[in-house]
């Protein structure tokens, strides 16, 4: 049997090592997020005792951080063996996945333009929720923290929310000195300056919706860089899938 053999059926180096290099970034940043990960849990104690990670009443941040690492590792690892070894399934999974990836932001984005009043009640429940368990996880805490004093906002609509937080509760059975009080990150000024005065009124629901609006051309050009990136790896490896395909063929 002969098969028809294509002219200079070689495949494109340029194609190959541009391939590698694009993920061998992701292979570090991958390793990179899962350490942190794992570095946030011991210094919290939870490789020690795995069984806290049940008891977290709000969401841990370094599910994100090891979400995010693992997946970025597992493509990284696909991409670069996959160049390198010249394997087509590798390469396959790698832009299929990086295409999913994709479609899922594109839909996300969509949605979120769509049912906005639906995806702020969503995001009003997730903050509530997360104000529950302040003070079960450091991590947590210092992620509200951060957003209410980037924002200038106090609880997820008002200052109030905070009473659902058994340490800030005005309930007359709360013996915490929290009693009745929000976080620092609430504060404008100094807390040692009459700190009850001096805190920020408006919630981080209100304060995000107006900072989309001034930040809109910023948030479109993160969106277009990673959507380049991505279709950017997409384009190198079905090439790459293409060259060793026709190399194949060609003998």
Not at 123 to 144: C, H, P, S, T
Not at 199 to 221: F, H, M, Q, S
Request: glycine fraction near 6%; aromatic fraction near 16%.
């Amino acid at each position: 049997m002969y098969y028809y053999r294509y002219e200079n059926a070689e495949i494109n180096c340029c194609y190959k090592y541009l391939m590698f290099s694009y993920n061998i970034i992701f292979w570090l940043a991958g390793i990179a997020f899962i350490a942190a990960g794992f570095w946030a849990w011991s210094e919290k104690g939870v490789l020690m005792d795995l069984t806290q990670v049940t008891r977290l009443h709000g969401f841990d941040p370094v599910w994100l951080v090891l979400a995010v690492g693992g997946i970025t590792f597992i493509l990284g690892f696909a991409g670069c063996v996959g160049a390198l070894r010249e394997n087509i399934c590798l390469l396959k999974f790698f832009s299929g996945v990086i295409g999913l990836i994709f479609f899922l932001e594109l839909t996300a984005a969509v949605l979120a333009v769509v049912f906005q009043s639906q995806v702020r009640a969503w995001i009003n429940e997730f903050f509530l929720a997360n104000i529950k368990g302040y003070r079960d996880d450091i991590d947590l805490q210092n992620l509200i923290d951060s957003v209410q004093r980037m924002n200038a906002c106090c609880g997820a609509q008002t200052p109030q929310d905070w009473n659902q937080n058994v340490y800030f509760s005005c309930d007359e059975n709360n013996r915490s000195r929290e009693k009745c009080g929000v976080p620092f990150s609430c504060c404008i000024q100094d807390p040692a300056s009459e700190w009850s005065k001096h805190i920020y009124t408006k919630g981080c629901i209100a304060a995000l919706e107006d900072w989309l609006p001034r930040n809109l051309y910023t948030v479109a050009i993160v969106f277009v860089v990673i959507s380049l990136l991505q279709m950017v790896g997409i384009y190198l490896a079905r090439n790459l899938i293409a060259d060793i395909e026709k190399v194949k063929f060609s003998y």
